[in-house]
């Protein structure tokens, strides 16, 4: 091996030493001891069938201020950890009515909360919101296309 290659390679593997020591997770962000909170998120369909809700936001709050916050998977389940208080506990969901439960958690304990949203009946503006600039767009690409071909 030359001694310019070695050189250089005692530097970058110093330098990825470096980077991944700072990298590494300190105690210093680790919450104390608590619970876990888990449970499922169900929806009412139009056939006025509870169906499991995936996406949906999770969150907890101690006092108003947010402790955490998850998503459901794809059969609706989460779980949180949380620390031992009385939490107030939020799910919403596009398409859904927000709903809110107290639940209190304890050190070490396991909490189980079941939602079941019903429908808001507002539609959801999603897609109306987004398709304007994506016509517009559409329509200045296929000009540029239209005079540069006419130009040749």
């Known amino acids: ?40 998120v169900y929806g009412y369909n139009m056939y006025d069938e509870a169906i499991p809700l995936m996406w949906a936001r999770v969150s907890a ?21 949380l620390p031992a208080a009385r939490l ?6 596009p398409g859904f009515k927000t709903q809110a439960k107290l639940v209190a958690v304890s050190e070490g304990g396991l909490a189980q909360l079941n939602f079941y949203l019903e429908r808001s009946e507002t539609p959801i503006p999603e897609f109306e919101a987004y398709f304007l600039p994506f016509v517009a767009a559409s329509l200045l690409i296929f000009t540029v296309v239209l005079t540069k071909r006419k130009r040749r």
């Open 88 to 93: 107030n506990v939020t799910v919403q969901h």
């Open 1 to 40: 091996m030359k001694k310019r290659t070695r050189i250089m390679f005692t530097l970058l593997l110093t330098g990825a030493v470096f980077f991944f020591v700072n990298c590494w997770p300190r105690a210093e962000g680790i919450r104390p001891v608590g619970g876990m909170l888990s449970g499922k």
């Open 61 to 81: 709050y101690e006092n108003g201020s947010l402790i955490e916050s998850v998503t459901t998977g794809d059969n609706g389940t989460y779980v949180m950890f």
